[in-house]
């Protein structure tokens, strides 16, 4: 068995958002064909009580910590050298030194670095000789564009600024790697499009999976609702600022007139570290924060439908996907179905997509109209994430790019 050294900005565990979803179980499917040495950062005290549960896949790992108020101040430095702040934020002498020793005593061949920041600890000319592969996941310097039309200056300009240099560093590091992989077809176009001096073929997309035995409908969940609620539901880390954006947009502007119109109706936000803008929204009537919850699964299976109602969106979003595992029916944007490839002509009979407003309304109030309909939309989905993303089959490109 050959090693494999496996560099994540964010330890793979628990997959409970976005970032950790992929990189877990890439992994898991790494670790079926190769001895993995990982090293990773913990920028969450609660995650270091998961160590021995990733151990369990690795040779060894290497976990550096990161407190993120003191990585910001420290990537401030990337204003006076010029590079993507983004940069300094990840850098550590001790994963350095400990990814050199690796690579040395152990012969490593092969590497997979997820998310940009980590391609600068292997950009030293010794580690051209290894078959280097960036998974990108999305284009991550196209979300810094999104993020600076939506801020006031000077957040815009530094927004902007993070923008353009971590796509001169990103397209210098697919120069240099040997493949540079995206989560969808979609944003490998998109880089395609960006980094016109890259070979092509050189650009692909591995696409994510979703774990249908854990994400199961015939399963039983206990209510966390009452009887008389008529339940839209948001799921994600509530810290992110994408989330923020798409709750705060949905309960002011799109649930008080599902609620006029349909005065049992609740809008439950379910996700951890609720930011204080998310917090304000529990005062409208009808909203709901959950803060930390221990399985979000019940709060998906007993609700009327899914919300995803992102105006801010790269890559896959996992919310979407695990909605569609429980057999439930997603009301969502196009900015939040990007990527995905579900439709109702494609056999993913409970996708209702809209954009502004009004129409978020009309389709939501639709589908709380008729429940029993909407029951059955929604198991046309699970069945079409059965056909289209299972991890092991859309992984198995991974491995054939490493070798």
């Not at 979803?21 to 990773?40: D, E, I, M, P």
């Not at 199961?216 to 994408?242: C, H, I, K």
């Not at 979000?296 to 995803?308: L, T």
């Amino acid at each position: 068995m050959h090693d494999l050294l496996f560099l994540v900005h964010r330890i793979p565990f628990p997959p409970n958002k976005g970032d950790k979803v992929r990189s877990f179980h890439l992994l898991r499917h790494l670790a079926q064909h190769y001895r993995v040495w990982l090293g990773t950062f913990i920028d969450d005290p609660d995650d270091g009580r998961h160590v021995d549960e990733v151990r369990r896949f690795c040779a060894d790992v290497y976990c550096a910590p990161l407190e993120p108020r003191r990585a910001k101040l420290w990537s401030l430095r990337g204003l006076a050298t010029g590079e993507p702040l983004s940069l300094p934020y990840y850098r550590h002498a001790g994963l350095q030194a400990w990814i050199d020793r690796v690579v040395a005593e152990q012969r490593i061949e092969r590497v997979l670095t997820f998310s940009s920041p980590m391609a600068q600890y292997l950009r030293c000319p010794p580690y051209d000789r290894l078959q280097r592969v960036m998974d990108f996941v999305d284009v991550d310097s196209a979300k810094w564009a999104q993020y600076a039309d939506g801020k006031p200056w000077p957040l815009s300009w530094i927004y902007r600024r993070e923008s353009q240099r971590l796509l001169a560093f990103e397209r210098a590091v697919a120069q240099e790697f040997a493949a540079s992989v995206f989560v969808t077809e979609d944003e490998a176009a998109l880089f395609r499009r960006l980094a016109p001096e890259i070979p092509a073929e050189r650009v692909l997309a591995v696409s994510n999976g979703v774990d249908t035995d854990y994400f199961n409908p015939e399963r039983e969940y206990p209510n966390p609702y009452s009887a008389a609620e008529q339940v839209l539901v948001f799921t994600g880390a509530m810290d992110y600022w994408a989330n923020v954006d798409a709750v705060d947009g949905f309960a002011r502007t799109v649930f008080p007139d599902i609620r006029r119109a349909a005065p049992d109706s609740q809008f439950y936000i379910v996700g951890a570290r609720p930011a204080a803008a998310v917090q304000d929204l529990a005062d409208l009537p009808g909203v709901h924060i959950t803060g930390t919850v221990p399985d979000v699964r019940p709060y998906i299976a007993h609700a009327a439908f899914s919300v995803a109602p992102l105006r801010i969106a790269r890559g896959v979003q996992n919310k979407v996907l695990e909605a569609m595992a429980m057999g439930k029916a997603v009301l969502a944007t196009s900015a939040a179905m990007e990527g995905i490839g579900a439709s109702p002509q494609g056999g993913a009979e409970g996708i209702l997509v809209a954009d502004d407003p009004v129409t978020l309304a009309q389709q939501a109030l639709a589908l709380l109209a008729n429940r029993e309909e909407t029951g059955q939309r929604g198991c046309g989905n699970r069945a079409w994430v059965l056909r289209h993303y299972d991890w092991d089959i859309n992984l198995s490109r991974m491995a054939a790019v490493l070798e």
